[in-house]
């Protein structure tokens, strides 16, 4: 299989998890994701036709529950809230 | 650029699509958890359960009567549910997102949309074709401290987390914003009628849309509040294209926000990235398959669709093809106008009056139906008197009108009405006199015993059938009769 | 003198009842032992109202008040259960002071039996690692050698049984981390079927593979509360539309009567130690009348990076959700910029594997490779449950060792990520295929524990249990 290293561009998949990582461990953590993403490519060895009909780990079907409000105790969840305003919680800005 | 004119809109060819996010506010529960779907005027974060907020460990359930909804809609816009549905995560960082992903459908990747295909239809008869429709959960509402420039920080209520929204894709087969205007009305129409929403509350339906000129580049348009908006933005945004090309400027390819208060539409800054959404199929859900049972049993709980009611109406009701459109199409209008025929049986005046009286003074005074005191048994009411009353079309129109803009309250215009016979004062006073000349014994009795006076009333009631104002009667028999015996 | 702590859930259960002792009094002797075992850091929080609740479950019992199947179980649970109003942390600086306001399902289920949350376990930060030594509480030892690891991810669980700290233990198993630390501790670890137990309350980590399960010093105490746990939850739309599962060995069940081996699971990478206990075991079974048969399965050389593919692409979406908005760190500075704040939270609050594993997981998913690696990795596992659903029409049961290995020396693997993937073999095709894995001691080498893996088609728990208590059985004749 083919190496794929050089497609890979740590800060850009960084920025899309949302992880800071900071200069000191960048390098180490490139050689590490490099090395275990050149090992999942094994499985591309395997010629088999991709199935698109997706599947999923669940045999069931049609499970859904009845259309029934119900309230919780919205304080217990506030609680664990870091930063508030009032009821509200907030958030640094967007952009 | 605002004053460029568009004047001629039928000179460059115009492609309009539009995005439409409707909640489906007649749930009683959010689209995966319990909480109540009733989330307006609540304080802040107190509808809210650890499913909706994303706690750690919690698990999607879908709401059953969400599926049917939405399935309602489809059929409705014969739209094909696909046979297999799965759900699938929309991943991106936003702070209204409680999991920082989005459960939705997706169209590739191995899914499907929740529909395919569908068709909505304008007065014009110009067909508005449906590209796909998808069921999937709101976001929270964002609020600023102070204003969205200054604030330092979003304020996030979580309250409407959850809730159940339809999005509905067309294809850009509007070709101005007006069509883009009547298509939106229409589907409203369809949904308030379909009884899965009532797009009137604030926020309840929302809209983005696309547009492009002469087979050019598309821009979107986000951040539109209400349909009217939706004409004005976009009017806003082929003016500025049209000046752009007219100059030999390449109309860009990106996403503008409406901004309702200066009317124009503004760039959002550029992205540095593409967005990479990572859909994946959800693995907390199972899959939905669509069977004929389901259909069927859906298609028993659709009510009547505005195509076949406006051809019932003229068929069997005998209302001109005009009255029938604009009934039919409006969920208010044509109930007050079932309504109303529960009551009497007379489809063709209270059609008119409906289109011809109440939507026009609606529409001079910017209203709607809610906004007026008259209900379908006062209208059926005053039909039927006037029919018994023989009075004048004008005067008719006119008390209507009064009725209609509250001038007169309902007792009011029916006294009125009654009168309107008696005008012909010279008749009653004809059947008086002759009643106190044929009676001239009775006459004698009234001058021992006043109470005779109610025989005499008796006497010109039963001639005049009882249609006249008998406090007006007895006042002039009085009168008569003791000038008479003086 | 035997302690108390040294005894099985199911003989303490006929003390309590005879009234013979007070579960407020075991508690604290169950206190104490943890106390003195502190070293081998089994768990990250006590539950503080622990001897009033014993004493509740006493006074029922005094009264003669009908109790529970669990009364007066202590029962430790892995640190990715949501316990309402007790810290359930993962393992993560991320949650080291979240308290979740709700219990998981299977918390009110053994609630409601009566049982007694005794603590919460440590593990490897959200469920991502085989050693708990990538905990942010330290790494847990293993009881019977302290240089080396309980296993994980369920180590905490796995060591406080072992350790008699605690009776009865959940854990959780994604690709094996009940029947790891099971096979390096010396008790026994169930991954029970898909479907079988809700997961609503346990911390996702790959939503598809993980299910719930249980860790015992006896196959009794193991059936008895996996027993209390399973069935249908309205909640979960994954599980088995089943009620009142009851795996009882009160009557004597069924036995396997054909076994199947795997080439690929038991040639190569076996320790000598492992492949000498594992190779005794099958002469037990043979004992038993059991017909061993030998079978390939090539598609399981792709197991280890199917698993992971799938588990890191999932995880990389679970673990989105921590930003420090809702709950969990918090930060005083970086509030300019939502993108930067949640990039630093999230830098600061994760460690070094989960951040790999997010990334890891952000790139299989990314536009490009989505197909490349996630939808080829569904395609496998869907030839591996196939390939699985055929054996089992022939065979009852597959067996193989639990782990390649005894339990590693401490910082021996964790090092190299890699590495500690690959000894993950022989337990990840069960998480792919959904189906049952139980895990018993089977004897020792280097006087380290070793363990036996048993696999079932789906909701065939109660055959590996039966066919392991047989296996005890005959084991215990030969030993004496």
């Known amino acids: ?95 | 650029m605002r004053e460029l004119e568009v004047k001629t809109l039928s000179d460059m060819s115009i492609k309009i699509g539009l995005e439409v996010h409707c909640q489906l506010t007649k749930l009683k529960s959010k689209l995966f958890c319990p909480c109540s779907s009733d989330y307006r005027d609540k304080e802040p974060n107190t509808n809210i359960c650890p499913i909706c907020m994303g706690l750690p460990g919690t698990l999607p359930t879908l709401n059953k009567e969400a599926l049917f909804y939405a399935l309602k809609v489809c059929l409705a816009l014969n739209s094909e549910p696909n046979k297999r549905i799965l759900f699938f995560r929309k991943n991106y960082y936003y702070p209204d997102l409680p999991k920082n992903f989005q459960i939705t459908q997706y169209d590739r990747g191995g899914g499907v949309p929740f529909s395919s295909g569908g068709v909505l239809k304008l007065s014009s008869g110009k067909e508005i074709r449906i590209r796909r429709m998808n069921l999937e959960e709101d976001p929270a509402k964002i609020f600023y401290e102070g204003s969205i420039t200054s604030s330092r920080y979003s304020l996030i209520d979580y309250n409407r987390a959850g809730i159940a929204l339809l999005e509905i894709v067309t294809e850009p087969d509007m070709s101005n914003p007006k069509e883009a205007r009547e298509f939106l009305e229409r589907l409203k129409g369809l949904l308030e009628h379909l009884e899965v929403s009532e797009p009137d509350l604030e926020g309840a339906m929302r809209c983005d849309a696309n547009i492009s000129l002469m087979d050019g580049t598309r821009v979107e348009i986000k951040n539109i509040s209400s349909f009217k908006e939706v004409e004005k933005a976009l009017n806003f945004e082929i003016a500025r294209q049209k000046a752009l090309i007219s100059k030999g400027i390449k109309v860009k390819r990106e996403t503008r926000h409406w901004d309702e208060a200066r009317r124009i539409t503004v760039s959002l800054r550029e992205k540095e990235e593409e967005e990479d959404y990572r859909y994946f199929p959800e693995p907390d859900l199972v899959p939905i398959a669509i069977n004929e049972e389901m259909v069927k049993q859906i298609i028993l709980t659709l009510p009547e669709l505005p195509e076949k009611r406006e051809k019932r109406y003229v068929k069997e009701l005998g209302l001109s093809e005009t009255l029938a459109k604009v009934i039919a199409y409006d969920r208010d209008l044509m109930k007050l106008f079932e309504d109303s025929l529960k009551y009497c049986n007379l489809p063709k005046k209270i059609g008119s009056w409906i289109v011809n009286d109440i939507l026009a003074y609606l529409n001079r005074k910017n209203l709607t139906l809610k906004d007026l005191n008259l209900d379908a048994n006062k209208l059926a009411k005053l039909a039927e008197y006037s029919e018994e009353y023989k009075v004048s079309d004008k005067k008719l129109k006119e008390l209507l009108n009064e009725l209609i803009s509250g001038k007169k309250n309902f007792l009011e215009v029916l006294k009125t009405l009654k009168k309107e016979e008696l005008v012909q004062k010279d008749e009653v006073l004809r059947i008086v006199d002759s009643v106190i000349k044929s009676n001239s014994k009775a006459l004698e009795d009234y001058r021992k015993n006043k109470k005779v006076l109610d025989y005499f009333m008796g006497k010109v009631m039963e001639i005049s059938k009882g249609k006249i104002d008998a406090k007006e009667v007895r006042n002039l028999l009085k009168e008569k009769i003791e000038e008479i015996i003086k | 003198m035997k302690k108390l702590y040294h005894l099985p859930y199911h003989e303490l259960r006929r003390k309590i009842f005879d009234k013979e002792i007070k579960v407020k009094d075991y508690a604290q002797e169950i206190l104490e032992r943890i106390k003195e075992r502190k070293d081998i850091n089994a768990f990250i929080t006590i539950n503080e109202g622990i001897l009033e609740e014993a004493n509740l479950i006493d006074n029922k019992i005094k009264e003669g008040e009908k109790v529970g199947r669990l009364a007066g179980a202590l029962i430790a649970i892995k640190d990715n259960i949501c316990t309402k109003g007790i810290r359930t942390t993962c393992a993560s600086k991320m949650l080291s002071n979240y308290i979740p306001p709700y219990d998981a399902t299977v918390i009110e289920r053994i609630k409601i039996e009566d049982a007694l949350i005794l603590g919460k376990t440590n593990m490897d930060e959200f469920a991502m690692g085989s050693t708990t030594e990538l905990s942010y509480f330290g790494p847990t030892k293993n009881p019977l050698d302290k240089e080396r690891v309980a296993g994980g991810s369920s180590g905490g669980s796995g060591a406080a049984v072992a350790d008699h700290q605690a009776p009865l233990a959940l854990g959780a198993d994604t690709g094996g981390s009940v029947r790891c630390p099971a096979s390096f501790c010396g008790i026994f670890g169930l991954k029970p079927t898909y479907g079988l137990v809700s997961r609503y309350g346990l911390i996702s980590y790959a939503n598809s593979l993980e299910q719930i399960g249980p860790m015992a010093k006896s196959l009794k105490d193991l059936s008895l509360l996996l027993s209390c746990i399973s069935g249908k939850d309205e909640r979960d739309s994954t599980t088995l539309p089943l009620k009142d599962f009851n795996f009882s060995f009160e009557k004597k069940g069924k036995i396997a009567k054909r076994v199947a081996i795997i080439k690929e699971l038991v040639e190569e990478g076996l320790q000598r130690g492992v492949r000498e206990r594992f190779y005794s075991a099958l002469e037990i079974l043979k004992d038993m009348g059991i017909k061993i048969s030998e079978l390939s399965l090539k598609i399981l050389e792709y197991a280890i990076p199917c698993y992971y593919i799938i588990a890191m692409a999932e995880a990389s979406s679970n673990l989105a959700r921590y930003d420090g908005l809702r709950y969990g760190l918090k930060l005083k500075e970086g509030m300019e910029n939502f993108s930067l704040y949640i990039s630093k939270i999230r830098g600061e609050g994760f460690g070094d594997e989960v951040k790999r594993r997010i990334i890891l997981g952000t790139f299989i998913l990314s536009a490009g490779y989505y197909e490349q690696f996630y939808i080829k990795a569904q395609a496998i596992r869907k030839i591996i449950r196939k390939e699985f659903d055929r054996i089992f029409k022939e065979y009852d049961l597959i067996i193989s060792p639990t782990m390649p290995s005894i339990a590693y020396k401490l910082g021996e693997k964790s090092k190299d990520p890699l590495e500690m993937y690959l000894g993950d073999i022989e337990t990840v095709s069960a998480n792919l295929a959904g189906i049952p894995a139980l895990s018993l001691p089977c004897g020792y080498s280097s006087n380290m524990p070793v363990g036996l893996q048993l696999m079932g088609k789906p909701l065939s728990e109660g055959l590996l249990l039966s066919t392991a208590q047989e296996f005890e059985r005959i084991r215990g004749e030969n030993f004496e």
């Open chain 1, 1 to 95: 299989m083919k190496r794929i290293d050089k497609e890979i561009d740590l800060e850009k998949l960084a920025r899309l998890a949302r992880i800071q990582i900071s200069k000191k461990d960048k390098k180490r953590i490139t050689k590490d994701i490099l090395e275990i993403i050149n090992y999942f490519n094994k499985i591309n060895e395997l010629k088999i036709g991709l199935s698109y009909k997706f599947f999923h780990q669940s045999a069931l079907e049609n499970v859904w529950r009845e259309d029934i409000p119900k309230n919780f105790e919205a304080n217990a969840i506030l609680d664990q809230v870091p930063n508030k305003k009032g009821r509200y919680l907030r958030s640094p800005k967007i952009g």
